[in-house]
Each structure stands twice: as structure tokens, then as C-alpha cells.
């Protein structure tokens, strides 16, 4: 028996994405991500849960999905530079992709607000950083018109080769389950993924790859949840900084998305994702940033209206892996001891009994 490697979204998927024999493919072997059963989530909901782990990503987070077909045309087309916008996870891909690819890459983000791994990230990757005293969505506005006038790729999720690759998402899902789950839940910022994992369901439905569709839920921060609100947030507030977005960039793909398969938007707490996010740390042995976490706050908020019915088959996406953002790992958690290095005392502290 060989081993296998997984060979990243552009060849396992190229049939379905804009790619040719020309495409140079700039890959870290991204997706292929674990789709994990949940046995308590499963028995606590009535439903059969999975939850796929998009922090098993190369960068930590979904968005290398859509960065490697992003920067693969980016190259393509003869690009020397690429640029975005970023609550912290699509530049700390987008400076991984660029070092891989040999490109500059420069990322604007919002002054403060950018946890502290996603940073480190970029840095280590070689990006030009630029900090704005603003938000992400004045740091979007900015990137979009440097992108417009001067000789530099975007890669923020506006870039459509972002979201082809990001609809993988939705082919891994239905290929690991044999068949679409009945619901998507899914955590919405800037609405690239949601909007995505629909093409990528509607595509595998079309093409009678699977018999049916999922019906899509998105998940915003109740600080954060202008699709709820409907109307842009000018200034967005949450403890989950990925998601700390007032203006949408696929606003309506995410509108879209929510109507046609038959499923919404809504928001959570705070409370509510910080609450997820600890059950998943403690229950599920899954390390997420909060953000994550807000596609198992709905959940459980669907399970507590009574919305969810009986035995659906469920996939809650966790976009990102909690080493990003450490602060939030920790808090609660039982005191660390210093000890002397002898076994009698580690024992007693942890109230072993002797063999
Ligand atoms: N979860 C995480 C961990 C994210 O980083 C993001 C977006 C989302 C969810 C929301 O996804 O924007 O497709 O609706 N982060 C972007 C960034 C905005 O700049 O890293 P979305």
C-alpha cells in the first residue's frame, strides 16, 4: 500500500474550474479538509452533524481554496504583484500563495484588529503590510480603487477565480457523503464562501453529480450582521474579528444563496459563538477561531427554535483553526501548575491514585 497525497483543488476539481494545460498551478495542495462526524452535536440535535475542519488548510483557513486559482491566473495572466484587503485570513494566504509563486504581495487590514497568528503569518511570508485607521470595509474600498488604477492583481473574494475555487468546498462535501447534505451551515462576512459553496452545489445538482441541494444558512455576528439587518453596518463590532464586516462585498450572491435553496440569515451573539467555539475546543477536540465557530452557534440556535428537523444530515463549516487567534483558547481553562520535576509531586497535583 502507497501513500496518497491529496493533490489541492486545481487537480482534483480541474474539469470544473477555469484552468487549462496553461494555467501554471500554484498549489500548497490545499482542501481535502477532514469532514468529522460529531456524536454529541448529532445526539443533542436529533440530526447526524459533520463538521468540516477548514483550519486543516495549509494557511489555516478555507481561504486557501480560492487563493491557489487566484494566484494561478494571477500568474497566468502575467501578473508581478497581488494585493487585498483582509480581516487577517485571506492576507495571510495571500502573502503564502505569493512567497510560492514568487509574486509581491502587499495586504491593507484595519489598525489593531487583525489577530495576532494571521499576522505573524503575513509577516513571516514576506507581505508588505499597511495598516489603515479604519475597518476592513474602508480598506476594501481603498484596495478596489488601487486595483482599479494601478498595475496590481486583486485577490480579494470580488476576484471570481476566488470563488470557483472556493465552491470545492461543496464538491468535497457531497464526494466524502455520497450526497448533499439538507442543510449548509456556514459563518458569513464578507458572503464569498456562502455565496460559493451554492455555485458549487447548484454545479454538482446540475450536472446530476447529486440529487438534490442543500438548503444554505449563513451565520452573522449579531455586532456584525447587516444581511440581517438589511442595510449596510458602518461600524461593525464582535470578538470574532474575521467576521467583523459592515458591507459585504457578495452581498446579494449571499442573499442569493439564503432565498433559492430555501434556507436564511441570521445572527448570533457574541455569547453564542464564544459558547460554540468552547464546546467545540472541549467536546470535539477541534481548535477554532471564534469566527468558526458562529456556523455551530446557529445550529444550536436553529436546534433551540425548533427548526432543524429530525435526522437531517447537517455540515457546519469551521473556517478557521484556533491558533490564530490564541487569546480565546485559553480562557477558562484550569490554572497550568509549576511543579518540581519528580513523579510524586505530579501525582499529587493531578490526585492520581499509586498503581
Ligand atoms: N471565517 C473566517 C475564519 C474568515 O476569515 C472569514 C473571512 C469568514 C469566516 C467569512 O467568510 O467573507 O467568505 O463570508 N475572512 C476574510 C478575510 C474577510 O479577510 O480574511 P466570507
Known sequence: MTAHQWRGVITEYSDRLPVDAATP???????????????????????EVHLKFEGANPTGSFKDRGMTVAVSKACEE????????????????????????????????????????KMAQTLAHGAAVIEVDGNFDMAFGAVRDLASRFDVALVNSVNP????????????????LGRAPDLHLVPVGNAGNITSHWMGYREYADDEVVAATPRMFGFQAAGAAPLVHGAPIADPETVATAIRIGNPASWDGALHAAADSGGGIAAVTDEEILAAQRRLMREEGLFVEPAS???????????GRGSLPADATVVCVLTGHGLKDPQWGNRDAEPTATLRADAAAIAQHLGLAAR
Not at 95 to 114: F, H, N, Q, S
Request: proline fraction near 3%; aromatic fraction near 4%; charged fraction near 15%.
Open 78 to 117: 502575467g501578473a508581478a504583484a497581488v494585493v487585498c484587503a483582509s480581516t487577517g485570513n485571506t492576507s495571510a494566504s495571500a502573502a503564502a500563495y505569493a512567497a510560492k509563486a514568487g509574486l509581491t504581495c502587499a495586504v491593507i487590514v484595519p489598525k489593531g484588529r487583525i489577530a495576532p497568528g
Open 293 to 303: 465557530a458562529a456556523s455551530v452557534a446557529g445550529l444550536l440556535t436553529l436546534h
Open 161 to 176: 477565480y476566488r470563488l470557483q475555487g472556493q465552491k470545492s468546498l461543496a464538491f468535497e462535501v457531497c464526494d466524502m
Open 25 to 47: 498551478v500554484v498549489t500548497l495542495r490545499e482542501g481535502g479538509t477532514p469532514l468529522i462526524f460529531s456524536e454529541r452535536l448529532s445526539a443533542e440535535t436529533g440530526c
